[in-house]
């Protein structure tokens, strides 16, 4: 590829990007947006770069924005989750990088499936970086919506075989979700 295509590609790819991250402000009515541009980068240096989203999981909590910012910080805190992403006025709280080997006394395979292997699953065989963001937005009648994002990857310790992708189970959203929900209810 000519150094000019290769300048364009990479034009194209920041538009999109830029594109894809920008959103209108949120409203009473709408669903929370997905929480952040979360990209986990991989690739070889001067192999391609493979970008990739985890899902976002929503839950509906009956308490007003301000109050949930303010119990979401403290289930963070709770769960022992390192603040490294924190826009108080984006209302958006996570961690990135976070070495997951246990969490509420669980290990890293309740929260990730990264597949498993003769020795069993491989979460709990290999070094699991956790990324998670969630983010608030209010709705109408006085409730709040929380929207998490769980992306992952395994690392086998003193391999060759490099970085594997996990996918999450849902339960660290649910986990942050419960406790958020026991802030309120104190």
Known sequence: MTRTAQSGFVRIAALLVLGGCASPGPSATTPVAAPGPVELRRGIDGTQTVIQHGAVVTATVDARLQPAWTALQAAYEDLGIKVTVRDPMARQLG????????????????YVDCGSDLSGPIADNARVLVTVLTALQTRSGGTT???????????????????RDCTSTGKLEALIVQHLEGHLKS
């Open 95 to 110: 961690s990135e990088g976070l070495r997951l080997v246990r969490l509420a006394g669980r290990r890293a395979s309740y």
């Open 145 to 163: 919506d929380v929207g998490t994002r769980v992306t992952a990857e395994a690392r086998y310790r003193g391999s060759l075989e490099g970085v």
